[in-house]
T-cell receptor, first 111, second 116 residues
Framework: QKEVEQDPGPLSVPEGAIVSLNCTYS??????FMWYRQYSRKGPELLMY????GNKEDGRFTAQVDKSSKYISLFIRDSQPSDSATYLC???????????FGTGTSLTVIP | EPEVTQTPSHQVTQMGQEVILRCVPI?????FYWYRQILGQKVEFLVS????????KSEIFDDQFSVERPDGSNFTLKIRSTKLEDSAMYFC??????????????FGPGTRLTVL
């Protein structure tokens, strides 16, 4: 079942770089789009969510959703070594419904 | 800060044995979930639970699986007769459930299940 596809990584960038993480999806019913960060041996933790299309910014992080293209992105500006983690996109039809996750992209920010 | 906890962190079992994975959701949350992640693969939804009954389940959640909230605090996932392919990280999540705003699903740290 390939509901959500995520760019494979791993991704390695120098500190300060802009990072772009992307997912595509096939189910046009998805309304909620989330980005989770997962550190080794930990559960996913929510970074940002977006409802429907548009952009959302939170500090160094910007989430974009383009429902017409079924494409979502997470941008990280001025990346820091502490941003090194696996980033998972997740989507759901309604708030509280099951999540459909991407495979995750492993990011390493090199000091 | 409240968090979802899971025990044990690692469970090793023999094929065919029953296992129970335990979760303590955040105390005032109303919705509970189990997900699993086979090594190198996606996090996959198993089941959601609300008001003491299953509200949604995936194809993975067959008759070998069951969930329970036995005492109002714990939320358990039972696998009756484990198979090799059940080896995975199992994540519990909980959510408050306020319909007027976005509700975050909070994930626990996971239980790694190894079936030999």
């Amino acid at each position: 079942q390939k509901e959500v596809e995520q760019d494979p990584g791993p991704l390695s960038v120098p500190e300060g770089a802009i990072v772009s993480l992307n997912c595509t999806y096939s189910n046009s019913a998805f309304q909620y789009f989330m980005w989770y960060r997962q550190y080794s041996r930990k559960g996913p933790e929510l970074l940002m969510y977006t409802y429907s299309s548009g952009n959302k910014e939170d500090g160094r992080f910007t989430a974009q959703v383009d429902k017409s293209s079924k494409y979502i992105s997470l941008f990280i500006r001025d990346s820091q070594p502490s941003d090194s983690a696996t980033y998972l996109c997740a989507m759901s039809v309604t708030n509280g419904n099951q999540f459909y996750f991407g495979t995750g992209t492993s990011l390493t920010v090199i000091p | 800060e409240p968090e979802v906890t899971q025990t044990p962190s690692h469970q090793v079992t023999q094929m065919g044995q029953e296992v129970i994975l335990r979760c303590v959701p955040i105390s005032n949350h109303l919705y509970f979930y189990w997900y699993r992640q086979i090594l190198g693969q996606k996090v996959e939804f198993l089941v959601s639970f609300y008001n003491n009954e299953i509200s949604e389940k995936s194809e993975i959640f067959d008759d070998q699986f069951s969930v329970e909230r036995p005492d109002g605090s714990n939320f358990t996932l039972k696998i009756r007769s484990t198979k090799l392919e059940d080896s995975a990280m199992y994540f519990c999540a909980s959510m408050w459930g306020d319909s007027s705003s976005y509700n975050e699903q909070f994930f626990g740290p996971g239980t790694r299940l190894t079936v030999l």
